[in-house]
């Protein structure tokens, strides 16, 4: 198993008795109409029971009364509280019937038959009924222009520009096809540091290509977008945001996309932040600029997601409160075509990050929840991290903004503020590498963030065993080594990488341990500025005493973090200072817990090796050799964060490593050494 066909192997059924009910229940198909999305729910359906069953089911638009096929139905229905999106699969008359509002919703309700199928479920009592409790579900892609990923580690972008528009390669068709198996219905093509290329005609040919693709399977195609491109690209002036001309430009290249894409999704921006250009270049504020672009995809359905990433270069301020102190003010300032895309957490993107604290502030604007699936700071595609936990411990937060039970999934599904518009968006972690994700379990990612934004309230253990059974294997004893390694997977990495609220250890590449980088363009550019450990002790101070970031949540939240000796231990370095000699709620000191997590974090991966080893019996040889090679390295790795941080932290400790653990073999200058390889151009 290469890993290509992803959590659609549709690999043949195997128990006898399941198969002979299948068989009953898959005489026909019935498709009313030649809608495109309905003929690709066809199609995967021939081809899944081609190969879960051995047999060739035809086709019909009408199934004249015959019982033991599948039958889709299109009900236009009067609830109009549904998500036209939603989907129902019974036992109805002796068929299988799917029926929903939309054609989207059928090819959903397709896919969650074959799901059920892969797994070898009863159709006895079969009845699935699902919506989409959130209305935009993206993938982000940070692809550029020349092949490469901003963040990839699984390979060049699978997008091919410079063989675009003749050359469709069709890897596009499977890319669409997984996506749709779970929901998501919307990508953003290239990278938010975007180029302005992407705007000329040359490129929306080529985008166009992409989207006759992606249309067939209910996935609606969007562009990043660079501020200035009325300026670079244009030939304009300027690019403020209020400036006629610069209107009527924008309003152009809209009208010009939409000749081609008449179903165009939309803009992603990233403006005024980390250098890029934005409205704030014209003494214009973010609502300006986003309104603009707003401006111009009135005469369509298109929307324009403005990021909520921006932190200004100000050598006294605490990167955390950046996007609150820039974004709160300008609630109800907004264009109701925009949605503000806000990252999980305040930082960016950290194995373990409080949530933002926009969420819950901003009632008037729909805040969309941006979350990272490809491994930037979590290990590239070497690491193995399981990120539905860190997702879920984000959605599930409160913020108490409405009094207790106001969690971060309510206001990004918009049940709490009524939010006409909602999104939730993954920044992917695919590539062009045979098995799309780099890492195999990486895949998880992939489908965990798609599960959950069709529905955030799916477990991460749920998620996880459903992959398991689609990807990996059914043997159950194989699947609970499987489930218990990828649950606990993030909570090890966060122990040798970043524990107690440790964060960003590193700059340029994200990937080796940095914790002693004090050099930078800016103090928020280097990693002492995050940790600030000194003599006396380790963490930033966000209390009043220090920065006072903990002022931008609400009473109740300010409650959980404000006192040293109350807060939970995830989140303790990420609000005070604290003395490496204070003793903590587990009875060991600040430094000897230190050490406790970056030992046993390093010596849990042998854990994870374990598991694996036992579940290899349930394995394809492949996969199980892919993964066992990348814990070895994982394993290497994991002591190198260890060594780093508690040889770098004892410069300031100034204590032993506690007895019961072997002190480490290299000295502070050798892993310097060691790391600075990585650093080389
Ligand atoms: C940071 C990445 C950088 C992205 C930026 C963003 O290091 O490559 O461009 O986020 O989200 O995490 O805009």
């Excluded at 939010?419 to 379990?441: D, E, F, I, Q």
């Excluded at 190198?640 to 032993?656: C, E, G, I, S």
Aim: charged share 20%; glycine share 8%.
């Amino acid at each position: 198993d290469d890993g290509y066909r992803l959590w659609l192997k549709y690999e043949s059924v195997s128990t006898a008795s399941v198969k002979a009910e299948y068989l009953k229940y898959t005489t026909f198909i019935t498709q009313p109409g030649k809608g495109e999305i309905l003929q690709s729910a066809s199609r995967e359906l021939q081809m899944g029971l081609g190969k879960l069953l051995g047999k060739t089911v035809n086709v019909t638009n009408s199934s004249g009364g015959k019982t033991g096929g599948i039958i889709f139905r299109i009900e236009p229905g009067a609830d109009t509280t549904k998500p036209a999106e939603g989907y129902q699969v019974q036992l109805s008359g002796g068929n299988i019937v799917i029926s929903s509002k939309s054609e989207n919703g059928i090819l959903y309700g397709t896919f969650a038959l074959l799901r059920h199928m892969q797994m070898q479920l009863p159709i006895k009592g079969l009845s699935i009924a699902s919506s989409p409790k959130v209305r935009y579900r993206m993938l982000n892609h940070w692809d550029n222009p020349d092949g490469t990923i901003e963040r990839g580690y699984a390979g060049q972008s699978l997008w091919k520009w410079y063989e675009l528009p003749e050359r469709v390669d069709p890897r596009y068709t499977d890319y669409a096809r997984a996506n749709a198996s779970l929901g998501i219905n919307g990508t953003v093509l290239n990278n938010v540091n975007a180029s302005a290329r992407f705007m000329s005609q040359e490129y929306i040919a080529k985008v166009a290509a992409v989207a006759n693709v992606m249309r067939k399977y209910g996935i609606k195609t969007y562009l990043s977008v660079y501020f200035a491109a009325p300026k670079t690209l244009g030939g304009l002036k300027t690019s403020d945001p209020l400036d006629p001309q610069v209107r009527a430009w924008w309003k152009e290249k809209v009208a010009q996309i939409y000749k081609e894409i008449p179903d165009f999704g939309g803009f992603l921006v990233k403006a005024n932040s980390e250098g890029e250009p934005g409205p704030q270049d014209y003494g214009r504020t973010h609502a300006d600029g986003a309104n603009m672009l707003a401006e111009a995809f009135q005469p369509y359905e298109g929307i324009v997601v403005w990021r909520a990433f921006v932190y200004k270069a100000d050598p006294n301020a605490d990167r955390f409160k950046a996007a609150y102190e820039e974004f709160v003010p300008l609630d109800g300032k907004f264009d109701p075509k925009v949605i503000v895309q806000v990252k999980n957490g305040p930082i960016d993107f950290q194995p373990r990050e409080p949530f933002s604290p926009l969420f819950g502030n901003m009632p008037k604007t729909p805040l969309g929840m941006e979350f990272q699936i490809t491994q930037e700071y979590l290990g590239f595609a070497t690491h193995a991290v399981y990120e539905a936990p860190i997702f879920k411990e984000c959605l599930d937060s409160d913020t108490y903004v409405n009094g207790a039970g106001s969690t971060v999934a309510k206001v990004v599904d918009g049940s709490l503020h009524g939010y006409a518009r909602t999104l939730m968006a993954g920044v992917a972690n695919t590539g062009n590498s045979r098995n799309w994700t780099g890492h195999p379990l990486a895949q998880a990612n992939w489908y965990a963030f798609g599960r959950l934004s069709w529905d955030h309230q799916l477990s991460s253990e749920q998620i996880a065993r459903e992959w398991i059974a689609l990807t990996l294997t059914q043997n159950q004893k194989a699947s609970g080594h499987i489930t218990a390694l990828m649950l606990r997977s993030r909570e090890i990495y966060v122990d040798y990488n970043t524990p107690i609220g440790l964060s960003r250890p590193w700059m340029g590449v994200h990937f080796a341990p940095e914790p002693w980088q004090n050099k930078g363009s800016r103090p928020d550019w280097t990693a002492v500025y995050y940790h600030r450990a000194d003599s006396i002790g380790l963490g930033f101070d966000r209390t009043v005493s220090g920065s006072n970031a903990l002022a931008q949540y609400r009473p109740q939240v300010q409650q959980q973090w404000h006192n040293p000796d109350q807060t939970p231990l995830p989140y303790l370095l990420w609000f005070h200072h604290v003395r490496w000699d204070k003793k903590l709620n587990t009875g060991r000191t600040l430094w000897e817990e230190l050490c406790t997590r970056f030992y046993t974090g390093a010596d849990s991966v042998m854990w994870m090796q374990q598991q694996w080893d036992l579940a290899k019996p349930g394995l394809d040889l492949q996969v199980y050799a892919e993964v066992a090679d990348r814990l070895k390295v994982q394993r290497r790795e994991a002591i190198w964060w260890r060594d780093a941080w508690v040889l770098y932290l004892q410069t300031f400790a100034k204590q032993p490593v506690p007895t019961g653990f072997e002190p480490p073999k290299q000295t502070l200058e050798e892993v310097k050494k060691s790391v600075n390889v990585y650093l080389i151009r």
